[in-house]
């Protein structure tokens, strides 16, 4: 996945310099900076390709792809690795689609709301709505995962580098949300998707460390790891009907598209299939690794979370308990981003779409779609989700039945019955377009599809709650 970005340490520090010192640029250039600025076409966007991948790819990879390696298990491998890489293209296709109806939107101001406005304009408002309240939730469930998942890390740490036991307080997981909050809160308040790409290159280090850990621990097996089951190339089994929404799911992120749209350097289509090419790319090859090697190590015996299978007395472990831990956390501003972006919107549903026609305001409005939102607006609706997001995860324990329902149909809305819709509106009086038009009909379709058997499945799991286990046998 590394080599996918094509980038060392030093470039990456690079980049990021030159991402500073055009922002630097931006703000206090002298006035020859602001004259030339005025007579190009278009102000340029500050964040790199670099930036961009990475952030994308944060926002597709995260603790849901512990899970892959019984998805393997519940189908087999090639059925397996297929459906994976069937999921990510569709995916890809639906991102694609979403970028070529930015481009259509005015000059650094697309969103899901610019793009309704010039399709279905009084359900703006509602697709809207629909991300906001996905948005939400998945950033409630982020932080339940922490208040559950770090008292077991602490505690494991514990054991493996002393006999003591840890104090009481350390095995709290609301003690660790709030002090976890105190990292979060600043990062949810950045208004830049690019702001975020050093603690997204931070998670992405951590998914290789993982990596690192499924690999390793096939070719040289820790002690007391559990019995190996049977490996099979083809084996459906009655679990495949609950994995397989986890990898259609898995690769989620349109709800960031528009953004880095508007934020990266020359954003012409090319550099865009690139963008999105490169993060669904990284995001197969990582579920995939994880899927395979977790599978061909525990066969039909693994779990439901790989890295739970290994034995958690020793450090090497531990520590990518740590690493799951960071790539969670540093996902919840990820969510908080776009969910501020569409309340916002709703909030303002009688307020259509100002068209930046005039070359100096849009100088003047050189904030790639979030200078719209004054900053009392700003801090108003961030406090808003921080605060309604951290109190709900600190009282409740499980929300698995809701999360997975706002979760299943809020995923499909964005990933495929929008963009498909989108598309195919924007694009069916252009006759050059007809056969790109129908495909995206046809991806609508796909999602409505997936949407029902997601609602039914959810609403059967409700009535009929499943036994206890997680091996696929």
């Given at each position: 996945m590394v080599n996918t970005y094509g980038a060392t340490t030093s470039s990456l520090a690079q980049a990021g310099d030159e991402e500073d010192s055009n922002e630097h640029t931006a703000f206090l250039g002298d006035d020859r900076d602001v004259v030339t600025a005025v007579k190009d076409d278009k102000p340029d966007g500050h964040a790199s390709m670099i930036s961009s991948i990475s952030n994308l790819a944060n926002t597709i990879i995260g603790s849901g792809m512990l899970t892959f390696p019984l998805a393997l298990a519940s189908a087999g491998i090639l059925p397996g690795m297929l459906t994976c890489v069937l999921s990510g293209s569709i995916a890809a296709f639906g991102l694609y689609l979403l970028s070529l109806c930015a481009a259509k939107t005015p000059h650094r101001r697309s969103s899901f709301f610019a793009v309704a406005q010039m399709t279905f304009p009084k359900a703006a408002v509602f697709f809207d709505a629909a991300i906001a309240t996905k948005c939400f939730g998945v950033s409630i469930s982020y932080l339940i995962i922490i208040k559950g998942l770090t008292p077991n890390v602490v505690s494991s740490l514990y054991h493996d580098l002393s006999d003591a036991e840890p104090p009481a307080w350390m095995l709290n997981g609301r003690n660790?949300?709030?002090?976890?909050?105190?990292?979060?809160i600043?990062?949810?308040?950045?208004?830049?998707?690019?702001?975020?790409?050093?603690?997204?290159?931070?998670?992405?280090?951590?998914?290789?460390?993982?990596?690192?850990?499924?690999?390793?621990?096939?070719?040289?097996?820790?002690?007391d790891m559990p019995p190996a089951g049977k490996i099979r190339l083809v084996h459906f089994t009655s679990n495949f009907v609950s994995t397989f929404p986890v990898q259609v799911f898995a690769f989620t992120c349109a709800q960031n598209l528009f953004p880095i749209y508007n934020e990266v350097k020359s954003n012409t289509q090319p550099r865009m299939n690139?963008?999105?090419?490169?993060?669904?790319?990284?995001?197969?090859?990582?579920?995939?690794?994880?899927?395979?090697?977790?599978?061909?190590?525990?066969?039909?015996?693994?779990?439901?979370?790989?890295?739970?299978?290994?034995p958690p007395n020793s450090?090497?472990?531990?520590?990518?308990?740590?690493?799951?831990?960071?790539?969670?956390?540093?996902?919840?501003?990820?969510?908080?981003?776009?969910?501020?972006?569409?309340?916002?919107?709703?909030?303002?549903?009688?307020?259509?779409?100002?068209?930046?026609?005039?070359?100096?305001?849009?100088?003047e409005v050189d904030d790639h779609s979030i200078g719209d939102m004054s900053h009392t607006k700003h801090t108003i609706l961030t406090l808003?989700?921080?605060?309604?997001?951290?109190?709900?995860?600190?009282?409740?324990?499980?929300?698995?039945?809701?999360?997975?329902?706002?979760?299943?149909?809020?995923?499909?809305?964005?990933?495929?019955?929008?963009?498909?819709?989108?598309?195919?509106?924007?694009?069916?009086?252009?006759?050059?377009?007809?056969?790109?038009?129908?495909?995206?009909?046809?991806?609508?379709?796909?999602?409505?599809?997936?949407?029902?058997?997601?609602?039914?499945f959810n609403i059967y799991q409700l009535v009929y709650p499943p036994a206890s286990g997680n091996s696929a046998h």
């Amino acid at each position: 996945m590394v080599n996918t970005y094509g980038a060392t340490t030093s470039s990456l520090a690079q980049a990021g310099d030159e991402e500073d010192s055009n922002e630097h640029t931006a703000f206090l250039g002298d006035d020859r900076d602001v004259v030339t600025a005025v007579k190009d076409d278009k102000p340029d966007g500050h964040a790199s390709m670099i930036s961009s991948i990475s952030n994308l790819a944060n926002t597709i990879i995260g603790s849901g792809m512990l899970t892959f390696p019984l998805a393997l298990a519940s189908a087999g491998i090639l059925p397996g690795m297929l459906t994976c890489v069937l999921s990510g293209s569709i995916a890809a296709f639906g991102l694609y689609l979403l970028s070529l109806c930015a481009a259509k939107t005015p000059h650094r101001r697309s969103s899901f709301f610019a793009v309704a406005q010039m399709t279905f304009p009084k359900a703006a408002v509602f697709f809207d709505a629909a991300i906001a309240t996905k948005c939400f939730g998945v950033s409630i469930s982020y932080l339940i995962i922490i208040k559950g998942l770090t008292p077991n890390v602490v505690s494991s740490l514990y054991h493996d580098l002393s006999d003591a036991e840890p104090p009481a307080w350390m095995l709290n997981g609301r003690n660790w949300l709030s002090i976890f909050m105190i990292i979060l809160i600043p990062l949810a308040f950045l208004r830049r998707l690019n702001s975020l790409r050093h603690t997204s290159y931070v998670a992405l280090f951590s998914v290789v460390y993982l990596l690192i850990i499924v690999i390793k621990c096939y070719f040289w097996p820790l002690d007391d790891m559990p019995p190996a089951g049977k490996i099979r190339l083809v084996h459906f089994t009655s679990n495949f009907v609950s994995t397989f929404p986890v990898q259609v799911f898995a690769f989620t992120c349109a709800q960031n598209l528009f953004p880095i749209y508007n934020e990266v350097k020359s954003n012409t289509q090319p550099r865009m299939n690139i963008i999105i090419g490169s993060a669904i790319g990284s995001a197969t090859l990582t579920y995939e690794v994880i899927a395979v090697f977790g599978y061909l190590t525990f066969g039909t015996n693994v779990g439901a979370n790989i890295i739970a299978m290994y034995p958690p007395n020793s450090l090497f472990v531990a520590i990518g308990q740590v690493a799951i831990v960071i790539l969670v956390l540093f996902s919840y501003p990820l969510q908080v981003h776009p969910c501020r972006n569409c309340l916002d919107k709703v909030f303002h549903a009688g307020e259509s779409v100002k068209q930046a026609d005039n070359e100096e305001t849009e100088v003047e409005v050189d904030d790639h779609s979030i200078g719209d939102m004054s900053h009392t607006k700003h801090t108003i609706l961030t406090l808003a989700i921080i605060a309604s997001t951290f109190t709900i995860a600190y009282i409740v324990d499980d929300l698995k039945i809701v999360l997975s329902f706002v979760g299943s149909t809020g995923s499909t809305t964005i990933s495929f019955i929008l963009p498909g819709l989108l598309y195919w509106k924007l694009s069916r009086g252009d006759p050059g377009s007809k056969i790109l038009n129908r495909a995206a009909l046809v991806l609508a379709a796909y999602g409505v599809c997936i949407f029902v058997f997601c609602l039914g499945f959810n609403i059967y799991q409700l009535v009929y709650p499943p036994a206890s286990g997680n091996s696929a046998h």
